[in-house]
Nanobody
């Protein structure tokens, strides 16, 4: 069972994207118990934790670089997590990965460029 990320693409600075992380292979009870994390990795750089949440009523933490711009949410009924990214900057360009209970997806490319 592997999560599947989608929603990446090319966007201009200041634009928005919404990434999805579909984990339909997980049951509802399993998915809702898992920690959801979004990471990103830019070329030549180490993987960076962008956001994480314990469960639907738990705290969500963000990297300082994305606070106020990115929002992690989850729909346990749909076994799907989201990363809403607003006011995107060129430095947000990276491959974005989701992790569901430690199981990684393949990633989706986000490119911010004019």
């Amino acid at each position: 069972v592997q999560p599947v990320e989608s929603g990446g693409g090319l966007v201009q600075p200041g634009g928005s994207l919404r990434l999805s992380c579909a984990a339909s292979g997980f049951t509802f009870s399993t998915f809702r118990s898992y920690v959801i994390k979004w990471y990103r990795q830019a070329p030549g750089r180490e993987r960076e934790l962008v956001a994480s949440t314990i469960n639907i009523s738990g705290r969500t933490d963000y990297a300082d670089s994305v606070k106020g711009r990115f929002t992690l949410s989850r729909d346990d009924d749909q076994q799907t997590a989201y990363l809403q990214m607003n006011n995107l900057k060129p430095e947000d360009t990276a491959v974005y990965y989701c992790s569901v209970g430690g199981t990684w997806g393949q990633g989706t490319q986000v490119t911010v460029s004019s």
